[in-house]
């Protein structure tokens, strides 16, 4: 499978922001829906946010207005940008590709926000 690996997850106070990165590897992620998934301890795996090939987004109703997802083809990327972070945001930050019969799925990056 096409490997896809987050990073840019920390520690952060709230109010504060973060970038998050998902670099794919191998096939070009281009046709891809990509995703952003978190999951906090004892709690749902829910959607963040989504982007299409074409560059269509939607969001989680708790991130509207604080998030922006993104993709750079280019360089098979996807980013998650985090601004007025809140400790219910605290969770692991999965990254998504699917299109097809393809489903994959990086190995999470742990956001922390503090009070």
């Known amino acids: 499978q096409v490997p896809l690996v987050e990073s840019g997850g920390g520690l952060v106070q709230s109010g504060g922001s973060l970038r998050l990165s998902c670099a794919g590897s191998?096939?070009?992620?281009?046709?891809?829906?990509m995703a952003w998934y978190r999951q906090a301890p004892g709690k749902q795996r829910e959607l963040v946010a989504d982007i299409n090939s074409g560059g269509g987004a939607n969001y989680g109703e708790s991130v509207k207005g604080r998030f922006t997802i993104s993709r750079d083809n280019a360089k098979n990327m996807l980013y998650l940008q985090m601004n007025d972070l809140k400790p219910e945001d605290t969770a692991v930050y999965y990254c998504?590709?699917?299109?097809?019969?393809?489903?994959?799925w990086g190995q999470g990056t742990q956001v922390t926000v503090s009070s």
């Open positions: 998504n590709a699917h299109w097809n019969i393809f489903d994959f």
């Open positions: 191998g096939r070009s992620l281009s046709r891809f829906v």
